[in-house]
Structures are given as C-alpha cells and as structure tokens.
C-alpha cells in the first residue's frame, strides 16, 4: 500500500470552472481529511467524512465546495466556478479511526492554480 | 476559541540544538502531534504526546506539560535536511486535531 493517493498532483482550471481533487485513503483507514494550505500558512482545516456520510464540514465555504466519500471509490472535493482565491494546495489525509494517538497519514496533496 | 501558538520562524546552525515551542488553548485534550513538512510537500508524523514528560527518538524529543499548555519539540545536532516546517497540532475533546501555523525552521551551515 502506498498510502494516501492524491491525484492530480498538478491541476489548472481558468475561472469560471470546476476542479475535482480525487483521494484514496490508506487501506484500512475509513476516517478521511481535507485540508487547504495556502503558501506560508498553516493547514486549514475543511471536512471531515467516513463513508457515505459527512461528520464535519465547518470549514467548508458555504458556496461552490461540496465533498463526498461513497462505498466506493475514492473521496472527491469538488469546487464549482472556481475563483483565483481557491488557488492552493489541497491535501487530504486518512486515519483509522477517530480517538487519541489517532494520527494522520497525509497524501501528497493537489496543488491548484486558477488562471 | 481554540488556539495554537508557535514561532512564525526560526534559524538554528548546522549541528546545533533547536527548541520549537508550542502553547495551545483548545476545548479539551486528547494528545498533541508533532509533524514535519518540507516545502511543496506533505505533512509526515513526528511525535504524539498525550502524557506530561520528554518523549526521546532519535535526534527528535517531544515535550508536554499540560498543565501549562505546552510543548516543545528539540531537535539534536542539526543537519542540513532539517530545514522545514514544523507543526504542532491538538486533538480537542471532539478528537478533532487542531493545527498551528507551522514554524519554518531555517538551518544555515
């Protein structure tokens, strides 16, 4: 197992369209992450999903950004009429489970650059 | 709100020892995580804390006091490829882990 799988790892959009973030967590993992980290800042936190369901998306946009973790396939983050401020490296990351020594294992990341 | 501090930047020499510092303020704690992440690169797992004391691998120790809030990661005789961020993260008491804004560790020969 490679870990986590992110692709593209390279992704330009022109404003106005849509840009889809494919991840494939660790084997084993069902708790999966998506983080934006704009260059010399911090990860920010976006959503939280388990299979099929959405935990926590309090730092999602409410505008544009969806996400989803089917039975199967990988976790898509989707941004609709994409804008130059969603330029950035998106990053997703998988666990286990959700509970102490609970750490991430995080994917490569998508970086995207809207022209 | 729910807080983590550290240092925006730091500059160390190769060879030498290193203290990033991290205060938090979070509802709840469930552990602390040290991650290291080189520049265009993704974060990679350092250290977990969740009991007070010095955690020791390698060149690498984690410390934690909780009941100041803290945390400090060491790094031991410097190298070149040391030059990265480093993030120090909480997990609340929703076991959601909570991220500081990175340190950017800077080594010069």
């Known amino acids: 197992n490679a870990g986590v799988m992110q692709n593209p790892r390279h992704l330009v959009r022109r404003r106005g369209q849509e840009a889809r973030l494919r991840c494939s967590p660790m084997?084993?993992?069902?708790?999966v992450y998506w983080y934006r980290q704009l260059p010399e800042e911090g990860l920010k936190f976006m959503v939280y999903?388990?299979?099929?369901?959405?935990?926590?998306e309090s730092g999602m946009p409410k505008e544009r950004f969806s996400a989803e973790f089917p039975k199967e396939g990988p976790s898509i983050l989707r941004i609709q009429q994409v804008v130059r401020g969603d330029s950035a490296a998106y990053f997703c990351?998988?666990?286990?489970?959700?509970?102490?020594?609970?750490?991430?294992?995080f994917g490569s990341g998508t970086r995207l650059t809207v022209v | 709100g729910q807080n983590i501090d550290q240092p925006t930047e730091m500059t160390a020499t190769e060879g030498a020892i290193v203290q990033i510092n991290c205060t938090y303020q979070t509802s709840g704690f469930n552990g602390l995580f040290w991650y290291q992440q080189h520049a265009g690169e993704a974060p990679t797992f350092l250290s977990y804390?969740?009991l007070d004391g010095l955690e020791e691998k390698g060149r690498f120790s984690s410390f934690l006091s909780r009941s100041k809030g803290y945390s400090y990661l060491l790094l031991k005789e410097l190298q070149m490829k040391d030059s990265a961020s480093y993030l120090c993260?909480?997990?609340?008491?929703?076991?959601?882990?909570?991220w500081g804004a990175g340190t950017k560790l800077i080594i010069k020969p």
């Open positions: 804390n969740v």
């Open positions: 993260a909480v997990v609340d008491s929703n076991y959601q882990l909570i």
């Open positions: 999903l388990q299979k099929e369901n959405i935990i926590d």
């Open positions: 990351a998988s666990s286990p489970g959700r509970g102490r020594g609970y750490g991430y294992t």
């Open positions: 084997k084993g993992h069902s708790h």
